[in-house]
């Protein structure tokens, strides 16, 4: 996998060097690795011949940290990486893998001085996890991480975390050497000092340190990791990968694996720096948060303290009781998006299950725009905003793309219109994405209505997608609608400092 990936970065760099058929371009294209976007110039945008997308090959590769050279005689451009050599031709649909011959999709071409090759072979040579937004021209790249199966012998896994598995069918959860997991991973993160994890399943795990080196681990028994997960986070041949901490001074990595095929289990290594108190959340909503910011000795694993919150509290103008303003988008004669079930028919019970939950905090009032299906205009929504002098304004949606559409885009964006709406989309986001457990597509401006004409912090929600059927599923859900209302008070509450 890792000859043919490292083929297709070569492959990528030969195709932007001549443009070939079928060609359709864009005025700009983005190319974004693992979150950040990288600078191309205007010769080296990303192009689609004959169906394919076509990635400038120095550019991509090199990021990676492979080593290209590039005979101008022969055309030829040479990758390089840990002994592995891969060679390609421009106008070639033979490129040559370590001395074996391998056909490309299509063959390099040059633009200008730039090498083009297939995306879909950067990703096979690589093992560089690769995925194209039509939408928005964007080339989204994950790099692999350091494999990590087998570092951990020392461990054992202790008889009282694990039971066997039911027998009650996979519930659309992986399965892993024929042995059925009742539960599923969709997704990992770290935030505010806390480890979250998000699941499709109940599940009780089994939390311990280790003090040799100072790690918390987390085993999930009976859990295997979920489709979702594939495409949030990378997992290597072994089935393991990682996550690199920069922003926590106490945290150098957090580890994952598939500790056990039988039964299936996950295990998640928190690596420390030093010895660190934690405590565990443990609902069976759907997320697990390994908290360390307490002080107190570690509960067990089915406890649910109070979640701390450490972000400092903006100025919002009252400080008394804030007004939330929730909004279901469209409704009545608008239905939304969608095909087969319409946007309005998942945005309202959505909206009514934030409602429901806020009206619980004594300190917050909340106002619908709509509770039922009617159609408010967008001049209504934020009119109404403004004219209770909201603090906050929250516009649930989903998404879709037209019909016809070669693309599939699958995830969660969260948008807003000006400055001052950002960290509060920002906030709001980081944990609506760990409640979809869907791909991660980013806080993005755009110039709404509602985020625009409003006063106050303002943010629309695109929890997904209803274009793809995965998404579409999930999101018609009650559990994951539930868990999208969890996480947006968790970002309110947040932003306001409680």
């Known amino acids: 996998m890792k000859k043919f990936g490292f083929l297709a970065l070569l492959l990528l760099l030969l195709v932007l060097v001549h ?26 945008q990303v192009q689609i011949v004959n169906g394919s997308v076509m990635v400038p090959l120095r550019l991509v590769t090199e990021q990676l940290g492979y080593t290209v050279k590039w005979d101008n005689v022969t055309k030829t451009a040479t990758i390089e990486q840990k002994g592995t050599t891969l060679k390609l031709i421009v106008n070639n649909a033979m490129a040559e893998a370590s001395g074996k011959q391998v056909k490309l999709d299509n063959p390099p071409f040059l633009s200008g001085n730039t090498t083009l090759v297939p995306l879909r072979f950067v990703g096979e ?30 461990i054992t896994l202790p008889d009282t975390s694990v039971t066997a598995p039911s027998d009650n069918g996979s519930n659309g959860n992986t399965t892993t050497d024929g042995n ?33 080196k100072d790690r918390i681990v987390v085993d999930l028994p009976n859990t295997s990791f979920g489709d979702s997960f594939h495409q949030n986070l990378s997992v290597g041949k072994n089935q393991s990968g990682q996550l690199t901490i920069t922003e926590y001074p106490n945290v150098s990595t957090i580890r994952y694996s598939l500790f056990s095929s039988s039964p299936s289990t996950i295990r998640i290594v928190i690596d420390l720096n030093s010895a660190n108190n934690y405590s565990v959340t443990n609902a069976n909503d759907g997320l697990i948060i390994v908290d360390l910011n307490g002080t107190s000795t570690t509960p067990p694993a089915t406890t649910v303290p109070e979640v701390p919150v450490t972000t400092p509290p903006p100025s919002t103008g009252n400080t008394d009781k804030k007004i939330i303003v929730i909004d279901a988008g469209h409704g009545g004669k608008d239905p939304g998006t969608g ?12 909206a009514l299950k934030i409602a429901e939950l806020l009206k619980k905090e004594p300190n917050i009032e909340v106002v619908l725009t709509r509770s039922d299906d009617t159609y408010p205009t967008l001049q209504d929504r934020s009119n109404l905003a403004n004219k209770v002098k909201a603090d906050l304004f929250i516009s649930v949606h989903a998404n879709s793309i037209p019909v016809g559409s070669k693309s599939n885009p ?12 950002l960290l509060f989309a920002q906030t709001v986001h980081k944990y609506l ?28 929600l695109e929890c997904g997608y209803l274009s793809n ?10 559990d994951v609608q539930n868990r999208i209302a969890e996480a947006v008070v968790l970002g309110i509450k947040e932003y306001l400092g409680r």
């Open 469 to 478: 059927t995965k998404d579409e599923a999930l999101l018609f859900t009650v």
């Open 433 to 460: 994405t760990v409640a979809t457990g869907l791909q991660d597509r980013g806080v993005r401006q755009a110039n709404y209505h509602v985020t625009r004409e409003t006063k106050m912090p303002a943010i629309l």
């Open 19 to 44: 443009p070939g058929t079928g060609y359709a371009g864009s005025a700009e294209t983005h190319i974004n690795l693992d979150g950040n976007d990288l600078k191309i110039s205007k010769e080296a």
């Open 125 to 154: 040579q690589t093992g560089t996890t690769v995925g194209w937004d039509n939408v928005t021209k964007t080339v989204y790249l994950t790099s692999p991480v350091p494999e990590i199966g087998g570092s951990e012998p020392e």
């Open 180 to 212: 059925t997991s009742t539960a599923a991973v969709t997704n990992l993160s770290f935030i505010d000092n806390k480890l979250i994890i998000a699941m499709n399943g109940s599940v009780t795990p089994n939390v311990f340190t280790m003090t040799d």
């Open 339 to 350: 095909s087969n079930r319409k946007e309005k028919d998942f945005t309202l019970p959505t």
């Open 410 to 421: 699958s995830g969660t964006e969260t948008y807003y219109t000006r400055k001052d709406s």
